[in-house]
């Protein structure tokens, strides 16, 4: 278990920067994949990005490809979503996730995370 707290959300123009942030807790935070996901109203939570336990490898929803970047620094206990050139389209409550990871095998579903951040609010304005 890894218990996630995220900041970081708010209001920004079209075409403007925002970044989020995600500390976990504990000292295990490399054993865990860890993803970015956000529900829009009336929408079902979708997968935004991903990095793998030591980062190596990175995913992206072809939404946000080219435009956001997922991190991680595991001496922190820290990930983060860095959002550029944001679109009204991503306004969404944005959910930091974490799946633990012993074998290298994950899924990018969200039912294969276990552990939640309690959400963001990112609102972009046109």
């Known amino acids: 278990q890894v218990q996630l707290v995220e900041s970081g959300g708010g209001l920004v123009q079209a075409g403007g920067s925002l970044r989020l942030s995600c500390a976990a807790s504990g000292r295990t935070f490399s054993s865990y994949v860890m993803g970015w996901f956000r529900q829009a109203p009336g929408k079902e939570r979708e997968f935004v990005a991903a990095i793998s336990r030591n980062g190596g490898r990175t995913y992206y929803a072809e939404s946000v490809e080219g435009r956001f970047t997922i991190s991680r620094d595991n001496a922190k206990n820290e990930t983060r979503l860095q959002m550029n050139l944001l679109k009204p389209e991503d306004t969404a409550v944005y959910y930091c996730?974490?799946?633990?990871?012993?074998?290298?095998?994950?899924?990018?579903?969200?039912?294969?995370?276990?552990?939640w951040g309690q959400g963001a609010q990112v609102t972009v304005s046109s």
């Open positions: 996730a974490a799946q633990y990871d012993e074998s290298g095998f994950f899924t990018l579903k969200p039912a294969g995370f276990g552990s």
